[in-house]
């Protein structure tokens, strides 16, 4: 039996994105944003949604160019901290002592701790009620060697991404591989 | 030290969204996308991404309204079968034994077995290259009774949803909690 909860926005398994951007004065700064996913794979791109309100919007507008840095389990509290201040007011690099390092891609920072980075160029936008989608199309993606299979493909156990869980506003890390896609089910063939 | 994947459509946390939807001739079917997030919190909007190809990217655009059913661990591999099969083809409910339940607030089937349904309508659609973003407003939301805590509120930890991997192409399960959003990165204020 099925119990209602509302028109909530749950998907039960939300990424933990931080969006780097440099400001107007050229002041590197990252945001939290829950709001995203992959919205093509060719061009490939990601979508995330942010606030007007929030001061990465007018980076991002200006300098239509940004990164997603993906904190690993051991920087859970930094990544929480980034989605509690504004870096209109605060250094929130400077704060957590993390290090904002230029992308050779884009003109954005990125996380230098955290083991994923990717590198996006705005390709649209997107008015939808209090949120502006921002797309941007993947120019590359780069993860620490630490970070990588023995064949140099990125391995989730050594990542270890956070769930962001949108009802409880809490994280969870990765738990046991379950099975290989296009696999599993073959046994319904 | 950095290495470039290349770019890759990888935001290492993924969700397993299975969109049930009814044919041209009132057939349920369903098809699983991991390229999906939310998008707006008002109007609560979810958008995922899908292939002019794939069968249900028609019955979406023919009926407008949607669901988007997380399975649970325990259904690895019926979730599996459905980003296998085609259902132009086959009927993957009658295949895998899945119940479609038809919703009472919009004209799509869900998966009753699954903990958690969304039920959606489509408010827009952009194109992005090879995939239609289609983005829907969320109109409900319903959760299992066994996956509510004592207070009424979605518990992932019994939810347990699946993660989707896109470079492994594989699942993982829900890991340990690590904190409270807005309050793990408190220590650094």
């Known amino acids: 039996m099925k119990r209602s909860i509302g028109a909530e926005t749950f998907l039960c398994v939300h990424p933990d994105l931080i969006v780097g951007t440099y400001d107007h004065q050229g002041r590197p700064n990252m945001m939290a944003a829950a709001w995203g996913g992959i919205c093509s794979s060719d061009p490939p791109s990601v979508g995330i949604s942010i606030r007007p309100s929030r001061y990465t919007h007018q980076s991002l507008l200006a300098k239509r160019e940004f990164t997603i840095s993906i904190p690993s389990e051991h920087y859970v509290a930094e990544a929480d901290y980034v989605g509690i201040e504004s870096g209109k007011t605060v250094d929130k690099f400077a704060v957590t002592g993390l290090t904002p390092k230029k992308s050779d891609l884009v003109d954005a920072p990125y996380v230098d701790e955290f083991p994923v980075v990717i590198e996006c160029r705005l390709s649209n936008t997107l008015e939808l009620g209090v949120h502006t989608l921002f797309i941007g199309?993947?120019?590359?993606?780069?993860?620490?060697?630490?970070?990588l299979s023995p064949e140099g493909k990125p391995d989730l156990t050594k990542i270890r991404p956070l769930v962001y869980d949108s009802i409880e506003m809490g994280y969870y890390g990765l738990g046991e591989f379950l099975g290989r896609a296009f696999s599993k089910g073959r046994s319904f063939k």
């Open 137 to 147: 199309e993947i120019l590359d993606v780069k993860v620490d060697e630490a970070g």
